[in-house]
T-cell receptor, first 115, second 114 residues
């Protein structure tokens, strides 16, 4: 069966420090991969999605970046964190085609607090 | 462009009462629509999805949603609320401009009164 792992679960970082959140999927090949952010009291904001290795679509211009160095690995990074980067970050995957496309499977999330 | 709007950021009902969470979509073609649930400090899980088959879609935990093209709506309902239904609920749509892009509504927090 497919599983998704996301870490770290909790992170407290000072302003200006770097960030790396990692997500890996097991049990499937060529998934679509997603990073969403959920700020306090707000909905889910799509940050990045990827349909293949090295293919990244960015939805919101900001100081975050994403990379997909391997088929089932998706990394969210920042060189210098801002206070506004605080939030709950969710990684998700879906199959890439067919009727199952669009059904997202989420990780447990990473709570980032920038101080 | 496709989008979804959830009316009401917070809905409170009594245990045993009807649950109705509203979602309206904007799309020039029949969309694929989804409802997800999020329990505190967890990721989201799929409740149900509409993919242009039956307009009444049944999901997990007794929830169902009806696709109404004339009203551009996909409201989520449950006949009798249970305390365990307290959570945040998100409506989502898949974008036809990019079949891999999935957009969520702003969410509705459901509270259940004893």
């Amino acid at each position: 069966s497919q599983t998704i792992h996301q870490w770290p679960a909790t992170l407290v970082q000072p302003v200006g420090s770097p960030l790396s959140l990692e997500c890996t999927v097991e049990g499937t090949s060529n998934p679509n991969l997603y990073w969403y952010r959920q700020a306090a009291g707000r909905g889910l904001q799509l940050l990045f999605y990827s349909v293949g290795i090295g293919q990244i679509s960015s939805e919101v211009p900001q100081n975050l970046s994403a990379s997909r160095p391997q088929d089932r690995q998706f990394i969210l990074s920042s060189k210098k964190l801002l206070l506004s980067d605080s939030g709950f970050y969710l990684c998700a995957w879906s199959i890439s085609q067919g009727l199952g496309a669009g059904e997202l499977f989420f990780g447990e999330g990473s709570r980032l607090t920038v101080l | 462009a496709q989008s979804v709007t959830q009316l009401g950021s917070h809905v409170s009902v009594s245990e045993g009462a009807l649950v109705l969470l509203r979602c309206n979509y904007s799309s020039s073609v029949p969309p694929y629509l989804f409802w997800y649930v999020q329990y505190p400090n967890q990721g989201l899980q799929l409740l149900l999805k509409y993919t242009s088959a039956a307009t009444l879609v049944k999901g997990i935990n007794g929830f169902e949603a009806e696709f109404k093209k004339s009203e551009t709506s996909f409201h989520l309902t449950k006949p009798s609320a249970h305390m365990s239904d307290a959570a945040e609920y998100f409506c989502a749509v898949i974008m036809y401009s990019s079949a891999s892009k999935i957009i969520f509504g702003s969410g509705t927090r459901l509270s259940i009164r004893p």
